[in-house]
């Protein structure tokens, strides 16, 4: 049986590009990373309830920016109400052809440099688009995600728009190409299916790392 969940009180407090405008919060942060367009904002947005809290766009690589958001978990227990404070990080997606050059590289540097040194760093969300599980791109990253040792997890976009036996076959295929600390999760941003299992992951990962 899932956990009553809910992200309360969520709020935008940073964008950065550079370690030294990182916020000072002190929370536990969850961080959001894929390919361009693969839905990160739209995932913030569906899991906070708010819909123009991260900024969502039709062109992609729009997000250029690491932008920091503050929030609560608040879990029910009959009478009892716990909160974890965190803190969600929607990092600027990857391989979008017309940010090339210094851009492309200078995009790929602070996004590397957040992943390696934020202390703070609990969990990254790998977002791959379930309709296209098997994209080189996608397997590009992971291979750096997992040789940097950071605690993942994959996230299947999009899940909406694919049959019910389509949806159970390409999650196979996610946890068979990129194998993670725990198994990948079907999301879809439209209908919020997946939100319990990932709020019940975030906060069981930040409670272990306490």
């Given amino acids: 049986m899932t956990r009553d969940l809910q ?4 709020k935008y407090v ?8 990182y916020p000072e919060l002190s929370l536990p942060e969850i961080a959001f990373l894929g390919r361009s367009n693969v839905g990160k904002s739209s995932l913030i947005n569906s899991l906070c309830n708010q819909r123009g809290l991260a900024r969502v766009s039709g062109e992609p690589g729009k997000t250029q920016t690491i932008n920091f ?4 978990i608040r879990e029910k227990d009959h009478d009892e109400v716990m909160r974890t404070p965190l803190c969600l990080v929607d990092l600027p997606g990857y391989g979008f052809a017309r940010a090339g050059g210094k851009k492309r590289q ?12 934020s202390p703070r760093l609990r969990m990254l969300c790998l977002l791959i688009d379930l309709r ?14 997992a040789a940097s040792g950071v605690h993942l997890q994959i996230i299947g976009t999009k899940s909406d728009k ?21 198994s990948a999760v079907a999301y879809s941003a439209l209908k919020k299916e997946g939100r319990e299992v990932l709020l019940e992951r975030f906060i069981n ?3 272990d790392a306490e």
């Fill in 7 to 10: 992200i309360i009180n969520p």
């Fill in 14 to 21: 940073a964008s950065a590009v550079r370690k030294d405008q």
């Fill in 69 to 72: 958001f503050s929030a609560e």
């Fill in 106 to 117: 200078m995009w790929s540097s602070f996004i590397s440099e957040y992943i390696t040194s």
């Fill in 132 to 145: 296209h599980p098997g994209l080189a791109i996608d397997g590009q990253a992971y291979d750096w995600l």
């Fill in 162 to 182: 694919l049959k019910s036996n389509e949806k159970k076959k390409n999650l196979a295929i996610l946890d068979a190409m990129f194998p993670a600390d725990s």
């Fill in 205 to 207: 990962t930040i409670a």
